[in-house]
C-alpha cells in the first residue's frame, strides 16, 4: 500500500463512451502524475500537476482531459478513444517538483480496455 | 539527450540463484538513478535509489545497485532470489537540476522458477 489509490481498477469502453479515472493520494504531495503504460512500451508520461496546476502536458490528444480540483485529487477524463489507448494507467505523487532525486509513489493502476 | 537502457527483456533464473539486472544510462548531465519494481497486476514500487554519496546502494527485500559512472551503470543484484522477486523491474534515470521528471527503461522481467 504506496498511499495513492485508483479507481476503478479496470475499465472497458467503447469508443463513443466517456468515462473518468480517479487517483488520489493521501501522503500529503504536492505534485501528481498520470502515466500511461502499453505493451512492450517504456512508461510514457502524460501529465503532471503541482498544487493543482498542470505543469506539463506531453502530447497527449486531447480525447484526454486531465482534472485536478486539489492537492489530493487526479481525474483523468476519456472520451471517444481509440482501441491503441488500451493500456495501464497510472497515477504518481512525489511531495514536490524541483527537488531532485524524489521519490514518486504510484497507484496500483487502471486496466483500461477500448473495444 | 537522456536515455535509459535496460539490456534484457527477460531474465529467467531459478530459485535461490544470484541474479543481475542491467542498466545503462547516457546523459551530459548529473543524473540520480532508480530501481522500481512492479509485481503482477500493481503499480511501481521504489526498490532503492542513488543520489550521491557512496556509489553501493542497498535498497528494499536484499537488493542492491552499484553506480558506476565511467560506465554510465547502474547494475541491481540479489545473491538469492525467491519466487516472490518473480515481477518486472524498471531502471529509472532522473536529470538533477531540472523538476521531477523520470525516464524509464523498457523493463525487465525476472521469472524465478522453483
Known amino acids: 500500500e504506496t498511499g495513492v489509490t485508483q479507481t476503478p481498477r479496470h475499465l472497458v469502453m467503447g469508443m463513443t463512451n466517456k468515462k473518468s479515472l480517479k487517483c488520489e493520494q493521501h501522503?500529503?504531495?504536492?505534485?501528481m502524475y498520470w502515466y500511461k503504460q502499453s505493451a512492450k512500451k517504456p512508461l510514457e508520461l502524460m501529465f503532471v500537476?503541482?498544487?493543482?496546476?498542470?505543469?506539463e502536458n506531453n502530447s497527449v490528444p486531447s480525447r484526454f482531459s486531465p482534472e485536478c480540483p486539489n492537492s489530493s485529487h487526479l481525474f483523468l477524463h476519456l472520451h471517444t478513444l481509440q482501441p491503441e489507448d488500451s493500456a495501464l494507467y497510472l497515477c504518481?505523487?512525489?511531495?514536490?517538483?524541483?527537488?531532485?532525486?524524489?521519490?514518486?509513489?504510484f497507484g496500483p493502476g487502471t486496466r483500461l480496455l477500448v473495444l | 539527450a537522456q536515455s535509459v537502457t535496460q539490456l534484457d527483456s527477460q531474465v529467467p533464473v531459478f530459485e535461490e540463484a544470484p541474479v543481475e539486472l542491467r542498466c545503462n544510462y547516457s546523459?551530459?548531465?548529473?543524473?540520480?538513478l532508480f530501481w522500481y519494481v512492479q509485481y503482477p497486476n500493481q503499480g511501481l514500487q521504489l526498490l532503492l535509489k542513488?543520489?550521491?554519496?557512496?556509489?553501493l546502494v542497498k535498497g528494499i527485500n536484499g537488493f542492491e545497485a552499484e553506480f558506476n559512472k565511467s560506465q554510465t551503470s547502474f547494475h541491481l543484484r540479489k545473491p538469492s532470489v525467491h519466487i516472490s522477486d518473480t515481477a518486472e523491474y524498471f531502471c529509472?534515470?532522473?536529470?538533477?537540476?531540472?523538476?521531477?521528471?523520470?525516464?524509464f527503461g523498457a523493463g525487465t522481467r525476472l521469472a524465478v522458477h522453483p
Open positions: 529509472v534515470l532522473h536529470v538533477s537540476g531540472g523538476y521531477n521528471k523520470l525516464i
Open positions: 500537476y503541482n498544487f493543482k496546476e498542470q505543469t
Open positions: 501522503l500529503g504531495h504536492n505534485a
Open positions: 546523459s551530459s548531465v548529473s543524473v540520480y
Open positions: 504518481a505523487s512525489s511531495q514536490d517538483l524541483g527537488t531532485s532525486g524524489e521519490t514518486q509513489y
Open positions: 542513488y543520489l550521491s554519496g557512496s556509489t
